[in-house]
């Protein structure tokens, strides 16, 4: 028997993607909240919206309900009993191994930044902090969702360059020929990073052109950096794929310098720390 914690509206377990259409219909969230008001709320707003909601009130459940329904995207609060949002969101990410990575939308305590970017560091793809508009939450899942069903012409070609091929047709990338484990907003990121080689991306480009969004905190391009770095580089505190730009942005060399001496760079030390 459900519990009254795993409830669900609308249509069946259907595609492991993300719907392909608008982006939206038919996709699958998974809302978890110990705060049952919070939880009903947030529900009737997503499923007025046209999805597909289950609930869940903490950590241990949540995982059994993303196990079962397999969502495309997660509300998750940080602070939950049992388990919390973190660790939610890490093992949910432990598990993906080579699957349609789930998205995931945080929910953070208003104004503590040290929260909002751990969330980002264990792999959520955004957050929306308390108290917010439930109209707003249904415009950030909408928007996760749209940028991650976003179509992409069949034939596009790979992209290729430093040792990494990214198939954007297929949301596939891989180093060297092993196969990386990136988030949605991982993956969108290195494909941008891949198909402007050499340019300089401001981080409020990269907000607007890979999140879709005309503002927004600006630490969140840096966190997303920083966690695709640890995937790609052979160093991540001395990069040389995705360099940092003073002032400016990022570059991602193309064809990097072999004879580059870790460390070697004036003021790698503090790059690594600026981003």
């Not at 259907?14 to 939880?39: I, N």
């Not at 409020?204 to 890979?210: A, I, P, S």
């Amino acid at each position: 028997m459900e519990s009254s914690n795993d409830r669900t509206t609308g249509g069946g377990a259907g595609s492991d993607r993300a719907p392909a259409a608008d982006g939206v219909t038919a996709a699958r969230v998974l809302v978890v909240d110990d705060d049952p008001t919070v939880s009903e709320v947030v529900s009737g707003y997503l499923e007025r919206a046209g999805f597909t909601v289950h609930r869940a009130a903490d950590g241990p459940s949540a995982l059994e309900a993303a196990a079962r329904h397999r969502p495309h995207l997660v509300v998750l609060d940080l602070m939950l009993p049992g388990m919390d949002g973190l660790e939610v969101c890490r093992r949910l990410r432990a598990r993906e191994n080579g699957n349609p990575a789930v998205a995931v939308v945080m929910l953070t305590a208003h104004g503590d930044e040290e929260e909002r970017i751990l969330g980002l560091e264990v792999g959520a793809d955004d957050y929306v902090t308390k108290p917010f508009s439930p109209r707003e939450l249904v415009l950030r899942v909408r928007s996760v969702l749209r940028r991650a069903s976003s179509a992409v012409p069949a034939d596009e070609p790979l992209l290729v360059a430093a040792g990494l091929a990214v198939d954007p047709a297929g949301r596939r990338a891989t180093k060297g020929g092993a196969e990386l484990a990136l988030t949605l907003r991982e993956f969108d990121l290195l494909a941008y990073f891949l198909r402007h080689a050499g340019q300089v991306c401001g981080r409020e480009r990269l907000m607007r052109e890979v999140w879709g969004w005309d503002f927004g905190d600006l630490s969140t391009v840096t966190v997303h950096v920083r966690r695709l770095r640890a995937k790609i580089e052979e160093d991540p505190a001395d990069p040389q794929l995705i360099r940092t730009v003073w002032g400016a942005g990022y570059r991602f060399e193309a064809a990097p310098d072999p004879t580059r001496r870790a460390g070697a760079a004036a003021g790698a030390q503090t790059e690594a720390g600026h981003a």
